[in-house]
């Protein structure tokens, strides 16, 4: 079973359900339209997963589902490492650095 992880948004956990069923290179187009939810907000938090390393984007703009991401997926992270992930704590970091 999935954790909680308390920075992921209401989609995060759908974008990792179309990334488990689907292990393809995927653009937030084609995502947002097989989740249902908005394009943009898609993008947005893809890049989001993507900052946390949960997923990868290679050069044309495609997503996957990183090594990390798919131990998310498996149960294999604990908690504590998720939270540590979110990339917005990590941006707050360097602001402070």
């Not at 907000?41 to 997963?49: E, I, S």
């Not at 997503?63 to 917005?88: C, H, Q, T, V, W």
Request: glycine fraction near 6%.
């Amino acid at each position: 079973m999935v954790t909680h992880v308390s920075w992921f948004a209401k989609i995060d956990y759908p974008i990792f359900a179309f990334f488990d069923n689907y292990d393809i290179r995927a653009t937030p187009k084609v995502v947002a339209g097989n989740i249902e939810y908005d394009r943009s907000y898609t993008g947005k938090r893809l890049r989001a997963l993507r900052d946390a390393g949960l997923l990868i984007q290679d050069d044309e703009g495609f997503y996957k589902i990183s090594d990390l991401g798919r131990d998310f997926l498996a149960g294999n992270l604990a908690k504590e490492e998720l939270e540590a992930l979110d990339p917005e704590k990590a941006e707050d970091d360097v602001d402070q650095s």
